[in-house]
């Protein structure tokens, strides 16, 4: 009689393996790449983080990828940060009922915005109080793409990343908090966006279109150099008394064609700021 040995499972090729691995980590990453969704604000409550206070009764989803925060209604209750939150980005949407509103925080506490950032497509003045801290989590826009104005109070702390200012439309833009972090900034678009915080952000600050202007702090062109990159773009520097920026410029373009604008805040006599040297 024949003997049987012991019976051992066949295993499968190393290649196999190794094939399954690659197939599962792209579809984690067919997941990473899924579009943000929009959470619309109720206006029921105050409290950013209770689900009660939005559409459907579940806030946006404390990261900076999954969801988008939406404000369409009457400002009848403005959003209030009482704890570190993150979203993908805050949108104020073109409705005829979109109010004025105002974000503001207790507990000092920071409100991170992933890549979709700050869009304003409304006609209404939108504020950022300085009681509310803003971090990005990526590099992000801020965008004026109506009539009104978008003010932030608040300050900015770049986390390394690139903030663009841009304007599709009027509506222009300002940012009085400070700005901080080794992430650059650019302004890009046709209109006007002003800083005036004592900015410390290290990253180079590139005008490249409409106008930038810089008012009240030497340092609100931050502390990295300065890039004038395209045609037909203005730098205003404005004060009541004279400011020395010290920054160190470089001008590229074609045949470029920049304005430089020497102004002031209130009626009065002509003053002279030195930006640095070009």
């Not at 290649?15 to 984690?28: D, E, I, K, P, S």
């Not at 988008?68 to 949108?91: E, H, K, M």
């Not at 004025?100 to 890549?115: E, H």
């Not at 045609?231 to 205003?236: A, I």
């Amino acid at each position: 009689m024949k003997t049987m040995g012991p019976h051992h499972p066949r295993r499968a090729p190393a290649f196999a393996l190794v094939r399954l691995l690659v197939g599962c980590a792209l579809g984690l990453g067919a997941l990473v790449n899924v579009e943000a969704a929009t959470i619309v604000w109720a206006n029921v409550g105050t409290d950013f983080a209770t689900g009660g206070n939005w559409t459907g009764a579940v806030a946006p989803t404390d990261n900076t990828t999954t969801d988008i925060a939406s404000f369409d209604t009457a400002a009848t209750n403005n959003p209030t940060i009482a704890a570190n939150r993150s979203v993908a980005g805050i949108l104020f949407a073109n409705t005829a009922n979109t109010g004025a509103f105002t974000f503001s925080a207790t507990n000092s506490s920071i409100l991170t915005l992933g890549a979709s950032g700050i869009s304003h497509q409304d006609d209404s003045t939108q504020t950022f109080d300085p009681t509310l801290a803003l971090a990005l989590g990526a590099a992000a826009s801020f965008t004026t793409g109506s009539t009104g104005a978008l003010v932030i109070g608040s300050a900015v702390a770049n986390g390394g990343n690139l903030l663009t200012l841009t304007t599709t439309s009027t509506g222009a833009g300002s940012i009085s908090g400070v700005v901080s972090g080794t992430g650059g900034l650019t302004k890009s678009g046709a209109n006007t966006w002003t800083l005036s915080g004592a900015n410390t952000y290290s990253g180079t600050t590139t005008v490249s279109s409409g106008t930038l202007r810089a008012t009240t702090n030497a340092a609100a062109l931050g502390a990295g150099n300065l890039a004038l990159t395209a045609n037909s773009t203005t730098l205003e520097l404005a004060n009541d008394t004279g400011l020395n920026f010290g920054r160190n410029t470089t001008v590229s373009g074609t045949t470029p064609t920049i304005n430089f604008v020497s102004d002031r805040l209130t009626g009065g006599a002509g003053v002279t700021h030195t930006l640095g040297t070009l």
